[in-house]
């Protein structure tokens, strides 16, 4: 029997993997970037859709990059951020 109440979320063990090789979207529709507030590419992406152009106005956006960490994730919204206004953008972007 789980010690786990039924109210507690399942550890994103997949989106662990994915996050921990950068491999953003490899196998996960919507991977976690950032764990410590649970923010997922898709709400990164809706964020940038929407004029986000800077790491702040990500943050200021979606929560993401402000967890108890200190902000590790903050390196891959960037690359997020890069992709999106580079030439050839993330499948969604500009
Ligand atoms: S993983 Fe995003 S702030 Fe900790």
């Given at each position: 029997?789980?010690?786990?109440?039924?109210?507690?979320p399942?550890?994103?063990?997949?989106?662990?993997?994915?996050h921990?090789?950068?491999g953003?979207?490899?196998?996960v529709?919507?991977?976690?970037?950032?764990?410590?507030?649970?923010?997922?590419?898709?709400?990164?992406?809706?964020?940038?859709?929407?004029?986000?152009s800077?790491?702040?106005?990500?943050?200021?956006?979606?929560?993401?990059?402000c967890?108890?960490?200190g902000?590790?994730?903050?390196?891959?919204?960037?690359?997020?951020?890069?992709?999106?206004?580079?030439?050839?953008?993330?499948?969604d972007?500009?």
């Amino acid at each position: 029997m789980s010690s786990r109440s039924a109210a507690e979320p399942a550890p994103p063990e997949a989106d662990t993997a994915t996050h921990a090789a950068g491999g953003l979207g490899a196998g996960v529709d919507d991977p976690i970037v950032c764990f410590c507030n649970e923010i997922c590419l898709s709400a990164i992406v809706t964020a940038l859709d929407a004029g986000a152009s800077t790491l702040t106005e990500i943050i200021d956006a979606t929560f993401a990059g402000c967890g108890a960490c200190g902000g590790s994730c903050q390196p891959d919204l960037e690359a997020i951020l890069e992709d999106w206004y580079s030439d050839e953008g993330l499948p969604d972007g500009p």
